[in-house]
């Protein structure tokens, strides 16, 4: 039972380091909970204050004669800045780490950020006095007076950087006017505005019967108080977001405000660009390519109510509005909502908390539904709508499957199909523009040797080195890159490659099979830098290239009229994954990038290469069929005790020491294994497996261990979690690094 609860008064990072201790009363104990707002006495005269709860223990280490007791839970309304702690305590017990990490995650920084100042000169004589001060002014030749008196007669306030620049006056002569009592010097915070569009006309359209009845059923739902969760399941096309706009729409004009969450900054600037034509500047942006200072000033924007809408991914969850009113996660299957820094939260777990503690409605939406999300709609915990049609009237492409061993038998080398090479002909002839998808980066794949097999890998990771541009091999865990050897260096034999294209390959086979081609490519390599992805997403909408070539950032959420014909090559790649949620990305990722094409007034057509024609996830995205591969895939997720059917923790051990790290993995599951066995808890309702070395046994010369544990019950694997946190204080590791990953989305 814990007696004793560390707090803090004020909530900034920079007092998080100075805690105090106080006594839990009797009649409080097992009632609070870290994140709760209680009352406690403070400082000398006992005045009473608010806390915060950042740590609960059975003991402390102060003068028990010294601690205080804490007075009572705090029960008055709670401020923006204590909804952000409140979500912080979430983060910290739902998703391990500590509560200084989690406040870092939801606090917008503002430590070295300039504020900007946007200074006015203000008249503050009579009219009739400037008039005499001017004579003055004109009978000494002090000329640069007389301008600034002459303007500030035909205005009252004028910005100071306009006098100095287009009237020429210096400070000086601002100063001795200040002096002189015929105007004063304000300062004005200018807060950072990031979105740049101009004369942008609202496009609206007209709702279908289908988009207005989701619509409608919310908006009932939110004005009888009752807002709730809902998934939106829209095939590719079907005008989700004009949707997600009504609905904003409709929150606004009741006073509310709204987060816009999309999974990659990639998408912004064409979600931007149709909320701006709808709201204009009442709408920003929230993303990592932000400086420091434009994402302060956009948190300090919303908190003083100048926007009513943010969006961007998830660290857009954390804007401090005042009357927050929808959630809206757009292709919420994504698993970029997933944090993969400490803490590891979960986004839709987040948005279900926070929509809950600030009364909003939660919207998820997408063509590919993750499992999850589907699942709760099957099992009434949100409400599912669906969109069965495409808003221009236009069917879904036509797909076609090839099997490339097919190919590779009737003489065909390359990596593009003879179906796929034929309909890239008939587009370049039709001056329409296609889209080429490929599942990974690079000039190619890893480099082998074809005598003796052996691969080319990192020295630093159990990991092959990528084939890139240039005759670089890189790895993509640590960047050790190296030249490329024209040798084996295990057998010297001299055919030694690289496999499996990359997407500067691909760019490089177009120009060679169809000269001339204008190509765009988008990787992470071509979008590191600021506005990348905006410049060539504008680009191909500009028709400035045919074909677009890129990674996954092109299949998600955009719309380009002209794209008739989407190639997804090597589809099934995604599928060799040591990742029991393999077949779910290969069918959302297929059927995603299939929807690319035939957005606009013509039909489009789409080609699937594959080496497993036969695999069910190939099969159903062929077919856009959710339904049937969601039935598949549910079955299995069933039998294995998966999520979303289970729940799994994974804890994750790194060292430099791969002894010292087994030896504190074993501990750890031994831990846990005693936690439950206390908890009365049997092993086929908690198995605990392993430890075991990771995928990738090394990453960066640290050793990586991990333990995996299901249980039915995500509380479960919560104070699983808090037990083994509880252990890791006793018994300090040394420089072992350890991180809790619930219902971790790629495979350690």
């Not at 979960?346 to 503690?357: Q, W």
């Not at 074809?450 to 670089?472: F, M, N, Q, T, W």
Request: glycine share 6%; aromatic share 8%.
């Amino acid at each position: 039972m814990y007696r004793f609860a560390d707090v803090i008064i004020d909530i900034s990072l920079d007092k998080l380091d100075r805690p105090f201790s106080y006594r839990i009363p009797d009649r409080l104990l097992g009632r609070l909970e870290i994140g709760m707002r209680v009352l406690v006495p403070f400082g000398a005269g006992n005045t009473t204050k608010k806390a915060y709860i950042i740590a609960l223990k059975e003991n402390t280490e102060y003068d028990l004669s010294k601690v205080k007791d804490i007075q009572d839970i705090a029960k008055d309304a709670v401020t923006i800045l204590e909804k952000q702690f409140l979500l912080a305590a979430f983060i910290r017990k739902n998703y391990g780490g500590t509560l200084n990490q989690a406040l870092k995650v939801v606090l917008p920084a503002k430590t070295s950020v300039k504020k900007l100042l946007l200074r006015e000169v203000v008249r503050i004589m009579e009219r009739d006095e400037i008039i005499s001060l001017k004579g003055e002014a004109l009978r000494k030749h002090q000329n640069a007076k007389v301008k600034l008196l002459d303007a500030l007669l035909e205005q009252e306030s004028i910005p100071y950087e306009w006098i100095t620049g287009k009237l020429g006056v210096s400070s000086q002569t601002i100063l001795s006017l200040e002096k002189a009592g015929a105007l004063k010097i304000n300062s004005v915070t200018k807060y950072r505005d990031p979105v740049k569009f101009e004369n942008a006309e609202d496009d609206r359209k007209n709702l279908s019967d289908e988009q207005r009845l989701i619509v409608d059923e919310i908006e009932k739902d939110f004005d009888n108080g009752n807002p709730g969760k809902y998934l939106i399941h829209g095939i590719t096309g079907s005008g989700k977001t004009e949707v997600y706009m009504a609905l904003i729409e409709n929150v606004i004009k009741r006073g509310r405000q709204a987060i816009f969450l999309i999974p990659e900054i990639a998408l912004t600037y064409q979600t931007l660009l149709r909320f701006y034509k709808r709201f204009g500047n009442r709408v920003s942006v929230m993303n990592s390519t932000l400086s420091p200072g434009e994402k302060y000033d956009q948190c300090m924007r919303a908190r003083d109510g100048e926007i009513d809408i943010v969006i961007g991914p998830r660290s857009a969850l954390f804007v401090p509005f005042k009357n927050l009113g929808m959630i809206v996660m757009d292709e919420e299957h994504e698993t970029s909502y997933k944090s993969e820094l400490t803490p590891k939260y979960h986004t839709f777990g987040v948005a279900k908390y926070l929509a809950k503690i600030t009364d909003s409605a939660l919207v998820l939406g997408s063509a590919t539904p993750s499992l999850e999300a589907y699942y709760m709609a099957k099992n009434g915990e949100m409400r599912l709508f669906k969109l069965t049609k495409r808003l221009t009237g236009g069917e879904l492409p036509e797909v076609f499957c090839v099997d490339m061993r097919q190919e590779l038998n009737s003489g065909n080398k390359s990596i593009f199909s003879r179906k796929l090479k034929s309909l890239i002909e008939d587009r370049l002839e039709k001056n329409e523009q296609s889209m080429l998808f490929l599942n990974r980066r690079g000039y190619s794949g890893f480099i082998s040797c074809r005598a003796c097999g052996e691969v080319i890998k990192c020295p630093h990771c159990d990991v092959s080195l990528s084939e890139h541009y240039g005759g670089r091999m890189v790895c993509h865990y640590c960047g050790y890159e190296t030249k490329k050897p024209a040798v084996c260096p295990k057998c010297g034999s001299k055919y030694i490659a690289g496999f499996k294209a990359g997407t500067e390959q691909i760019e490089q086979l177009l120009q060679k099979e169809f000269p001339g081609v204008k190509t765009l490519r988008m990787d992470a390599d071509t979008t590191s830098t600021k506005d990348s992805y905006e410049k060539i997403l504008s680009a191909f909408a500009n028709e400035e290239a045919q074909i677009l070539v890129g990674t996954q950032m092109i299949v998600k959420g955009h719309d380009f009229p002209k794209v008739t014909l989407v190639g997804v090559i090597a589809a099934d790649m995604s599928l060799g994954s040591a990742d029991y949620r393999a077949s779910e990305r290969t069918f959302q990722l297929i059927t995603q990038a299939v929807g690319r094409a035939g957005r606009g007034q013509r039909p489009g057509n789409a080609v699937i290469q594959t080496y497993k024609p036969d695999h069910y996830a190939i099969e159903f995205a062929k077919n856009q069929d959710y339904e049937g591969f969601y039935e598949e895939e549910i079955a299995y997720r069933e039998m294995l005790s998966y999520p979303p059917v289970a729940h799994m923790l994974a804890v994750l051990v790194m060292g430099a020491d791969e002894a010292a790290v087994l030896k504190l993995s074993q501990s750890l599951s031994q831990r846990a294994k005693e936690y439950s066995k206390a908890e009365n808890i049997s092993e086929s309702a908690m198995p605990v497996l392993g430890p075991t070395q990771a995928v990738i046994g090394r990453i960066k010369d640290l050793y990586r261990y991990v333990i995996y544990i299901k249980a039915d019950n995500y509380d479960i694997l919560v104070s699983v979690k808090d037990s083994l946190e509880e252990y890791l204080k006793l018994n300090p590791p040394g420089r072992e690094y350890i991180q809790f990953d619930f219902d971790p989305i790629n495979a350690f």
